[in-house]
T-cell receptor
Framework: EPEVTQTPSHQVTQMGQEVILRCVPISNHLYFYWYRQILGQKVEFLVSFYNNEISEKSEIFDDQFSVERPDGSNFTLKIRSTKLEDSAMYFC??????????????FGEGSWLTVV | AQSVTQLGSHVSVSEGALVLLRCNYSSSVPPYLFWYVQYPNQGLQLLLKYTTGATLVKGINGFEAEFKKSETSFHLTKPSAHMSDAAEYFCAVSGTGRRALTFGSGTRLQVQP
């Protein structure tokens, strides 16, 4: 069964450093997402991406964050200058684009980011 | 605006007992409703979803949920709990014109032998 894959599974970084989290969405999907889950809290939407541009973003997704689809398969989340409060599990996800917003969103297994 | 409330952050049942996990939503547009499960150290896996049509939806692993518009609810049930059902369960909502999901805070299900 096709799946969303994410790397790295776990990354430890020093405060102020840049981090790039990588994702390979399901190959025929057109919509890509990043969500995060701070330990013990709910899963929160960060950003959605379609046709090489951001289609929707939350208030969490400020200027410290950026997303990119550098080639035909990868989808990345960059955090420019990490803060302690960025420590969380980051989930990449994708969905097919048929115009029905009830499409299932498929999630990867997550990248656990620890900022020290 | 959309929101999801999951009543009970922890639910404990005995193996073989009924599982009932509660979810209420708020949405200004007709909702699409989802239940996801998260096993320890794993990602989110879709259990089932409601978009349109039949209000009782069946999912994987014997789970089902019923959309009740009048009660703005989408409770998840399973007739007989299994030890392997122990996990965290998240209810989520999206809606027309909005692809992003809004999640509830999750319910951790514990199954006692």
């Amino acid at each position: 069964e096709p799946e969303v894959t994410q790397t790295p599974s776990h990354q430890v970084t020093q405060m102020g450093q840049e981090v790039i989290l990588r994702c390979v969405p399901i190959s025929n999907h057109l919509y890509f997402y990043w969500y995060r889950q701070i330990l013990g809290q709910k899963v929160e939407f960060l950003v959605s991406f379609y046709n090489n541009e951001i289609s929707e973003k939350s208030e969490i997704f400020d200027d410290q964050f950026s997303v990119e689809r550098p080639d035909g398969s990868n989808f990345t989340l960059k955090i420019r200058s990490t803060k302690l409060e960025d420590s969380a599990m980051y989930f990449c996800a994708s969905s097919a684009g048929t115009g029905d917003t009830g499409n299932t969103i498929y999630f990867g297994e997550g990248s656990w980011l620890t900022v020290v | 605006a959309q929101s999801v409330t999951q009543l009970g952050s922890h639910v404990s049942v005995s193996e073989g007992a009924l599982v009932l996990l509660r979810c209420n939503y708020s949405s200004s547009v007709p909702p699409y409703l989802f239940w996801y499960v998260q096993y320890p150290n794993q990602g989110l896996q879709l259990l089932l979803k409601y978009t349109t049509g039949a209000t009782l939806v069946k999912g994987i692993n014997g789970f089902e949920a019923e959309f009740k518009k009048s009660e703005t609810s989408f409770h998840l049930t399973k007739p007989s709990a299994h030890m392997s059902d122990a996990a965290e369960y998240f209810c989520a909502v999206s809606g027309t014109g909005r692809r992003a999901l809004t999640f509830g805070s999750g319910t951790r299900l514990q199954v006692q032998p």
